[in-house]
């Protein structure tokens, strides 16, 4: 946590800002399937083209409580968080990045077809055309995860699983070693 905490001090010039952005992590580690040390590296991967801790995770949380609702895991996530940071850096989408989407296992076409308002050839237009953009893809996200969205409430859905708890577990575990290892000094030592 403390190296991660320090590669976003460089990413967002600010100490505090990663300091604030890693409790939030903690925090939001309780509620999702995922591990808060996948999590970490999407928030840091996200960060470095967004330049916002809390827009990240914003972004992360979104695009999770999609996998989560389709059943997916970290793997899809870790995976998911690439491409979007790729497309980012290049500005728009390829065909073979929103595949990927696909390949994870969300209806990235219906997906985008609710948020373009566009069908066939137009939306196949529109991707081949570089009109999928991050915030494009970012904005369709958030609408999913939006009460009445397809993938509303999926984190509260996962309440209770194997997966969720076992995940939950972990990162109750390690947050707590590493705040023993932290504040007994022993770090120091």
Do not use: C
């Not at 399937?33 to 916002?52: H, I, N, R, W, Y």
């Amino acid at each position: 946590m403390e190296t991660a905490e320090v590669g976003l001090t460089t990413l967002l010039g600010s100490a505090e800002e990663a300091s604030a952005t890693i409790a939030r992590l903690k925090i939001e580690a309780a509620r999702t399937p995922f591990e808060l040390p996948g999590l970490t590296q999407a928030t840091q991967l996200l960060t470095s083209v967004t330049k916002d801790g809390d827009k990240s995770i914003d972004i992360l949380l979104d695009v999770g409580e999609g996998l989560a609702a389709m059943g997916k895991g970290q793997p899809e996530l870790d995976r998911i968080i690439v491409n979007l940071q790729q497309i980012a850096a290049v500005g728009k989408a390829a065909t073979i990045d929103i595949k990927q989407f696909a390949f994870a296992g969300l209806p990235i076409y219906e997906m985008l077809s609710e948020t373009t308002g566009k069908t066939g050839e137009a939306l196949g237009d529109l991707i081949e055309g570089g009109g999928v953009t991050f915030e494009l893809l970012t904005k369709m996200f958030d609408e999913a995860n939006d009460a009445g969205g397809r993938f509303h409430n999926a984190f509260v859905n996962q309440a209770g699983t194997f997966n969720q708890a076992s995940s939950n577990m972990k990162d109750a575990f390690g947050i707590m070693m590493s705040d023993i290892v932290t504040k007994s000094g022993l770090f120091q030592f």
